[in-house]
């Protein structure tokens, strides 16, 4: 079992050994998925950018509306209350 301590502002150095096996260096980026009471540490290899195309859809996608749909979303209002 691998071990490490908690910095006093919550941070944590992964051992050499955890870094090599899920093959991550400095500046990448990881996932914490919580599961219960265990903590699963993932490599975030892909971004949303790099997914585009992934996807099939049919027909033209207007990605300014949908941007517009998902900001009123976040803030709270109905996009069709006007």
């Known amino acids: 079992m691998l071990q490490t301590r908690i910095g006093r502002r919550g941070q944590i150095t992964l051992p050499r050994e955890v870094r090599r096996r899920i093959k991550v260096d400095e500046?990448?980026?990881?996932?914490?998925?919580?599961?219960?009471?265990?903590?699963?540490?993932?490599?975030?290899?892909?971004?949303?950018?790099?997914?585009?195309?992934?996807?099939?859809?049919?027909?033209?996608?207007?990605?300014?509306?949908?941007?517009?749909?998902?900001?009123?979303?976040?803030a709270g209002r109905d996009n069709n209350a006007g």
């Open 27 to 74: 500046g990448d980026q990881i996932a914490f998925i919580i599961e219960g009471e265990q903590v699963i540490i993932k490599p975030l290899t892909q971004s949303l950018h790099d997914l585009r195309g992934s996807v099939r859809v049919t027909g033209e996608q207007d990605f300014d509306a949908i941007r517009k749909e998902v900001t009123a979303k976040r």
